[in-house]
């Protein structure tokens, strides 16, 4: 597929931020807040934008790690020394990882995240004429935002969470839209959190649907990555969130 995208730079109150922005070829359907790993901004991310933009959504990815010193290039060197078959080269990266990835666990980080995404938000909203339907899509790092996000901002008409754990300090009460969330089986340390996550969203009004992919583990969508890309499910999982965005943003 050819890109349909560029890069460009958004001014927040929170500093000016990259981002991929991809438009469809004619008049949007809706515009999508795309949440990237937590290997940034990088490559993977910019396709996914393009593939929604070819199914008729205007979609723009902030990159909220450059900031804090996780650029697109380091991570996707992060990314690879993760995914490295060698278990010492893995092991002997794990002081690196902590080191970068520090500062994104912080809840100081957390609340400038949000306030940005909300600030995304409002770009995508204004390039419409009128109050454009919203939804976001998050994977990992960006699915637990994604679900931050559906729960901070009103106008958010679905939120789309691969294998993210709800951040603590966001209230499902909260949610406007509807939300529908990928999970794979073997990923024990997101999945384990569905069972509570079902129960307190079941005391709300939220319409949510949970997908669990048998024998799947984590990253199951990212197909950069060999060691845990899964065709079936990432393909069923492409066809599922296109009919709720049918469904949340119709044409």
Not at 84 to 113: C, G, M, N, T
Request: glycine share 8%; net charge negative.
């Amino acid at each position: 597929m050819s890109a349909m995208g560029q890069h460009i730079e958004i001014d927040t109150t929170g500093g000016t931020i990259n981002a991929y922005r991809a438009d469809p070829e004619g008049a949007p359907l809706g515009g999508i807040v795309l949440i990237h790993e937590l290997w940034g901004l990088v490559e993977h991310i910019a396709d996914v934008a393009d593939r929604f933009a070819a199914e008729g959504y205007l979609v723009v990815a902030p990159d909220l790690l450059s900031n804090i010193g996780i650029t697109p290039e380091v991570g996707a060197e992060l990314a690879a020394l993760r995914s490295h078959p060698d278990p010492k080269v893995r092991a002997d990266a794990q002081p690196a990882f902590r080191e970068k990835l520090s500062a994104a666990h912080s809840p100081d980080y957390a609340q400038w995240a949000i306030s940005v995404l909300q600030q995304v938000t409002d770009y995508v909203s204004a390039q419409f004429d009128e109050e454009g339907d919203l939804a976001t899509v998050g994977f990992c790092f960006g699915g637990t935002y994604a679900w931050a996000l559906g729960a901070a901002d009103a106008r958010i008409r679905l939120a789309v969470p691969f294998y993210g754990i709800p951040p603590e300090h966001s209230s499902f009460a909260d949610i406007q839209g509807s939300v529908l969330a990928f999970f794979g089986e073997t990923d024990e340390r997101v999945t384990s959190t569905l069972p509570a996550t079902s129960a307190a969203l079941a005391e709300t009004d939220v319409d949510f649907t949970s997908v669990v992919y048998p024998g799947v583990g984590h990253a199951f969508f990212n197909d950069t990555n060999p060691a845990t890309y899964d065709a079936d499910a990432a393909n069923d999982a492409w066809a599922q969130t296109l009919i709720a965005l049918g469904r949340a943003i119709p044409s």
